[in-house]
């Protein structure tokens, strides 16, 4: 079974930083398409940023180009997103998500396995 575990979320300030981190286990995640999204209050899960392991490859929302980073580390089974530059409109739960069933990485209905979230916050 699949198990996800994120964590790295907090309260900022605009134009700060944070790091979120995804824990995998149960999982094979080496060779594998993970993803993070982000949910804020009555909106639908957006795709955030995807990374496929055999090639390294990554997708951003436009909305994040040029200010996120998706990373892993396949020795610690760990799936990283780097978020400099944050706005208040970044501000939402951020979930982890693994298991990828194919089709469009932005569409979290291709994903099967999820992370219980981690609240990121950004004031003005």
């Known amino acids: 079974q699949v198990q996800l575990v994120e964590s790295g979320g907090g309260s900022v300030q605009a134009g700060g930083s944070l790091r979120l981190s995804c824990s995998a286990s149960g999982y094979t995640y080496s060779s594998s398409y993970m993803a993070w999204f982000r949910q804020a209050p009555g909106k639908e899960r957006e795709g955030v940023a995807s990374i496929y392991s055999a090639f390294r490859n990554t997708y951003y929302a436009d909305s994040v180009k040029g200010r996120f980073t998706i990373s892993k580390d396949d020795a610690k089974n760990t799936l990283y997103l780097q978020m400099n530059g944050l706005k208040p409109e970044d501000t939402a739960m951020y979930y982890c998500?693994?298991?990828?069933?194919?089709?469009?990485?932005?569409?979290?209905?291709?994903?099967?396995?999820w992370g219980q979230g981690t609240q990121v916050t950004v004031s003005s």
């Open positions: 998500a693994a298991d990828f069933q194919g089709g469009r990485w932005y569409n979290y209905r291709n994903f099967r396995s």
